[in-house]
């Protein structure tokens, strides 16, 4: 499978980036789409080491694939930042609205129940 063809029709998993992944993360956080995100500034790699962890990183797979990941961030003030990026070969896909689908379904169940 190429890597952009990661199917619309299978189930997107979100799983605890580990931190062999770490390298991967930092790529995506500095992709330009991302970054300019995220406040338009590239972060260093001993910068981002140290802020990753406590973000409780995710990465966003389907089909095996890792396409993008998703971060949580506890804020002073109780409230959960959450954030997450796409890897650009598969942008412009519907994956986006699909992790915000899924966020949502989970927080709300999580929330409620």
């Given at each position: 499978?190429?890597?952009?063809?990661?199917?619309?029709?299978?189930?997107?998993?979100?799983?605890?980036?580990?931190?062999?992944?770490?390298?991967?993360?930092?790529?995506?956080?500095?992709?330009?789409?991302?970054?300019?995100?995220l406040?338009?500034?590239?972060?260093?790699?001993?910068?981002?080491?140290?802020?990753?962890?406590?973000?409780?990183?995710?990465?966003?797979?389907?089909?095996?694939?890792?396409?993008?990941?998703?971060?949580?961030?506890?804020?002073?003030d109780?409230?959960?930042?959450?954030?997450?990026?796409?890897?650009?070969?598969?942008?412009?896909?519907g994956?986006?609205?699909?992790?915000?689908?899924?966020?949502?379904?989970?927080?709300?169940?999580?929330?409620?129940y």
């Amino acid at each position: 499978m190429l890597k952009n063809e990661a199917s619309p029709k299978s189930e997107m998993e979100f799983i605890p980036a580990e931190e062999k992944d770490y390298e991967q993360l930092w790529q995506w956080r500095n992709d330009v789409v991302i970054r300019n995100a995220l406040g338009g500034f590239a972060m260093s790699w001993i910068d981002f080491q140290d802020s990753i962890s406590k973000k409780n990183p995710q990465l966003i797979r389907r089909d095996g694939l890792d396409i993008g990941y998703l971060t949580f961030t506890q804020m002073e003030d109780g409230v959960v930042r959450i954030f997450f990026g796409i890897d650009s070969g598969y942008r412009r896909q519907g994956f986006g609205s699909e992790v915000i689908e899924k966020i949502t379904k989970k927080t709300i169940w999580h929330a409620t129940y």
